[in-house]
């Protein structure tokens, strides 16, 4: 069993800043891409960024220029460094991972639980 735990959302004003975590734990052989969605009110799920086992990166248009994902491999945990927050970043930020659990060297799809950024205005 694998359990992505997500930290760090919360309420910040206009062109501030936070940062997310998601760790991964349990039974765990190799995490390939790792990424974070959000969902706000009334809208669909939408992707914010992905990086590679190898590091590449890839963003929302929105996003570019404001948000940094990095990955710490030894610790499992994604990141991402969300600077300049406009009010239209609200939502629901919740992390995923593509994890190989033993003896699979195949992945599965894994969701953290989700974590509240509000920006205010």
């Known amino acids: 069993q694998v359990q992505l735990v997500e930290s760090g959302g919360g309420l910040v004003q206009a062109g501030g800043s936070l940062r997310l975590s998601c760790a991964a734990s349990g039974s765990i052989f190799s995490i390939r891409a790792m990424g974070w969605y959000r969902q706000a009110p009334g809208k669909q799920r939408e992707l914010v960024a992905t990086?590679?086992?190898?590091?590449?990166?890839n963003y929302a248009d929105s996003v570019k220029g404001r948000f940094a994902i990095s990955r710490d491999n030894a610790k499992n945990t994604v990141y991402l460094q969300m600077t300049n927050l406009k009010p239209e970043d609200t939502a629901v930020y919740y992390c995923?991972?593509?994890?190989?659990?033993?003896?699979?060297?195949?992945?599965?799809?894994?969701w953290g639980q989700g974590t509240q950024v509000t920006v205010s205005s």
């Open positions: 995923n991972m593509g994890v190989a659990t033993p003896p699979s060297v195949f992945t599965n799809d894994y």
């Open positions: 990086i590679t086992s190898r590091g590449s990166t």
